[in-house]
């Protein structure tokens, strides 16, 4: 840049301050990952992140569609950031807000329709371009950009800061592959993240790189359909998953590897193989099928049957014994009868799952599902959802207390809430308790467990202090 000779002196202004962003996360994991590059971003714009709303001269919601409360969360907290703007409106800090993630691409200006204090809407793939539009809409006038870019984002967001990713902790996520064409019929995610697009294994690798350089020894792939990720590899060989986790098995310093979230129809041989190949990746597969009726599989557009799926889960754990399955579930899609439901069930106990997710039908507008005319009533849903949770709960638990005077390997993540306890993570994702001092945070050591609880174990002896 050239200087300038003989400018006059500037009055100190709001601008010499330096500038403060707060990020609100909501919904999955890849919103996660999306806060942490849209922080980068805005860093290298001047911005430092702050742990306080009060704080920020920009607040941002990232925000979640995929069911009806997760939208309306999003309104009823603007509503209250709304009367913190108020009140800073003619001070020297006025207050920027925006609206990013997957509501702001499903509702676009419909947003500052409902909420006039939003000075900014952007969809998730023009993150890139955020410190330009903030500054755009500081000056006043609200900027909604939801045009999916035609260049990728990915070639612009900045790369992970060493800095910054150490402060971070020593597990980190990394999207490979985002949207979907899956269309299924009770979904926005198509509508939301766009059609599926894999990042290049090059730019993967190298940001993988980059984060095992700044000490982060676990690192989980991330995409809506993450198995569904290809990508050309070295010379014309073209790769999938499977191949790419080959690949970064091999950077020095990873420990574990993990990604989410699968799509049965995906899972092929070589991934499957992997999990006997590769020692670093761990024995944990999140393998959402939604519902145990082939007649609701259908009317969901899952593309398989209930029976296809457990074949298949057969073949993985043929292939790796002890890897732990989890999944997601839907009660209440429309049509689905007690017998439909009781064939969740049925599934549900010949899977028997370490963990899973389970939810009430959300109809969604502009998906196929919210048309049905067969939707079921809420205290149906409310009274299968119950059941259904009562027994994944139970098979939690039965998971975890078979684990009690067993040995494990657990990776120190962070300070727990008592002096002298790290929480860490086993090979299969459970949350353990160890006591160690926090300057072995990073390390992987060998525990015994002696205690199981619904969501955590506990570990008192290290076996190899
Ligand atoms: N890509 C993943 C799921 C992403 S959404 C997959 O294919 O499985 C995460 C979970 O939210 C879904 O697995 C589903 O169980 C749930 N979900 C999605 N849409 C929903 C809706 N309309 N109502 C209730 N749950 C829903
Ligand atoms: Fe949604 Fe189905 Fe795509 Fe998963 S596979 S993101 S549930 S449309
Ligand atoms: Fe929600 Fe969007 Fe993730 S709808 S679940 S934040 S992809």
Same mark, same amino acid.
């Given at each position: 840049?050239?200087?300038?000779?003989?400018?006059?002196?500037?009055?100190?202004?709001?601008?010499? !301050?330096?500038?403060?962003?707060?990020?609100?996360?909501?919904?999955? *994991?890849?919103?996660?990952?999306?806060?942490?590059?849209?922080?980068?971003?805005?860093?290298?714009?001047?911005?430092?992140?702050?742990?306080?709303?009060? &704080?920020?001269?920009?607040?941002?919601?990232?925000?979640?569609?995929?069911?009806?409360?997760?939208?309306?969360?999003?309104?009823?907290?603007?509503?209250?950031?709304?009367? /913190?703007?108020?009140?800073?409106?003619?001070?020297?800090?006025?207050?920027?807000?925006?609206?990013?993630?997957?509501?702001? *691409?499903?509702?676009?200006?419909?947003?500052?329709?409902?909420?006039?204090?939003? &000075?900014?809407?952007?969809?998730?793939?023009?993150?890139?371009?955020?410190? &330009?539009?903030?500054?755009?809409?500081?000056?006043?006038?609200?900027?909604?950009?939801?045009?999916? @870019?035609?260049?990728?984002?990915?070639?612009? /967001?900045?790369?992970? $800061?060493?800095?910054?990713?150490?402060?971070?902790?020593?597990?980190?996520?990394?999207?490979?592959?985002?949207?979907?064409?899956?269309?299924?019929?009770?979904?926005?995610?198509?509508?939301?993240?766009?059609?599926?697009?894999?990042?290049?294994?090059?730019?993967?690798?190298?940001?993988?790189?980059?984060?095992?350089? @700044?000490?982060?020894?676990?690192?989980?792939?991330?995409?809506?359909?993450?198995?569904?990720?290809?990508?050309?590899?070295?010379?014309?060989?073209?790769?999938?998953?499977?191949?790419?986790?080959?690949?970064?098995?091999?950077?020095?310093?990873?420990?574990?590897? #993990?990604?989410?979230?699968?799509?049965?129809?995906?899972? $092929?041989?070589?991934?499957?193989?992997?999990? #006997?190949?590769?020692?670093?990746?761990?024995?944990?597969?999140?393998?959402?099928?939604?519902?145990?009726?082939?007649?609701?599989?259908?009317?969901?557009? !899952?593309?398989?049957?209930?029976?296809?799926?457990?074949?298949?889960?057969?073949? %993985?754990?043929?292939? #790796?014994?002890?890897?732990?399955?989890?999944?997601?579930?839907?009660?209440?899609?429309?049509?689905?009868? $007690?017998?439909?439901?009781?064939?969740?069930?049925? /599934?549900? $106990?010949?899977?028997?799952?370490?963990?899973?997710?389970?939810?009430?039908?959300?109809?969604?507008?502009?998906?196929?599902? @919210?048309?049905?005319?067969? *939707?079921?009533?809420?205290?149906?849903?409310?009274?299968?959802?119950?059941?259904?949770?009562?027994?994944?709960?139970?098979?939690?638990?039965?998971?975890?207390?078979?684990?009690?005077?067993?040995?494990?390997?657990?990776? /120190?993540?962070?300070?727990? #809430?008592?002096?002298?306890?790290?929480?860490?993570?086993?090979?299969?994702?459970?949350?353990?308790?160890?006591?160690?001092?926090?300057?072995?945070?990073?390390?992987? %050591?060998?525990?015994? %467990?002696?205690?199981?609880?619904?969501?955590?174990?506990?570990?008192?002896?290290?076996?190899?202090?």
């Amino acid at each position: 840049m050239p200087t300038t000779v003989g400018t006059r002196p500037q009055p100190i202004s709001q601008h010499s !301050r330096p500038k403060t962003v707060y990020i609100k996360t909501y919904g999955c *994991q890849m919103n996660v990952y999306d806060s942490i590059r849209m922080n980068d971003a805005l860093a290298k714009d001047g911005y430092s992140e702050v742990s306080n709303m009060e &704080d920020a001269d920009l607040v941002l919601l990232n925000t979640c569609h995929i069911r009806e409360k997760a939208a309306e969360k999003v309104y009823s907290e603007l509503g209250r950031i709304r009367k /913190l703007k108020n009140r800073r409106k003619h001070t020297m800090r006025p207050l920027t807000l925006g609206v990013t993630g997957c509501v702001a *691409q499903a509702e676009g200006e419909e947003i500052i329709r409902r909420e006039p204090a939003v &000075d900014l809407v952007v969809g998730p793939q023009t993150y890139h371009r955020l410190p &330009d539009i903030v500054a755009r809409a500081s000056n006043g006038s609200a900027v909604v950009e939801t045009e999916y @870019a035609v260049e990728d984002k990915f070639d612009y /967001l900045p790369a992970p $800061d060493s800095k910054r990713t150490r402060s971070r902790g020593v597990t980190a996520f990394l999207t490979v592959q985002e949207g979907c064409d899956k269309f299924c019929t009770f979904c926005v995610v198509p509508y939301t993240r766009g059609t599926e697009v894999s990042r290049s294994a090059r730019q993967i690798i190298n940001e993988a790189k980059a984060l095992c350089d @700044a000490g982060v020894r676990e690192i989980t792939l991330l995409g809506q359909n993450v198995n569904a990720w290809h990508g050309d590899g070295i010379g014309d060989e073209e790769w999938g998953l499977g191949r790419l986790l080959q690949e970064l098995s091999q950077i020095s310093g990873l420990a574990r590897l #993990r990604y989410v979230t699968s799509h049965p129809r995906d899972m $092929d041989e070589a991934l499957i193989a992997a999990h #006997r190949e590769i020692d670093i990746l761990m024995p944990y597969l999140h393998l959402p099928v939604q519902a145990g009726s082939d007649a609701i599989l259908k009317a969901m557009n !899952r593309k398989h049957t209930a029976a296809e799926y457990i074949s298949l889960i057969k073949r %993985i754990r043929q292939t #790796r014994p002890d890897i732990a399955l989890s999944g997601d579930f839907i009660v209440g899609f429309p049509g689905e009868t $007690d017998a439909d439901f009781e064939a969740t069930l049925d /599934l549900v $106990d010949k899977v028997e799952y370490a963990q899973a997710y389970s939810f009430k039908y959300s109809p969604r507008p502009g998906t196929p599902g @919210a048309d049905l005319e067969n *939707q079921v009533e809420e205290a149906v849903k409310s009274e299968r959802l119950a059941r259904l949770q009562a027994l994944l709960n139970q098979q939690q638990v039965n998971f975890n207390q078979s684990f009690v005077g067993k040995s494990m390997d657990v990776l /120190l993540e962070k300070p727990g #809430r008592e002096d002298g306890q790290i929480i860490g993570r086993s090979p299969w994702l459970q949350s353990v308790i160890v006591d160690a001092s926090s300057g072995r945070i990073g390390d992987i %050591i060998k525990v015994e %467990i002696t205690e199981a609880g619904p969501n955590s174990l506990q570990a008192v002896r290290s076996l190899d202090a």
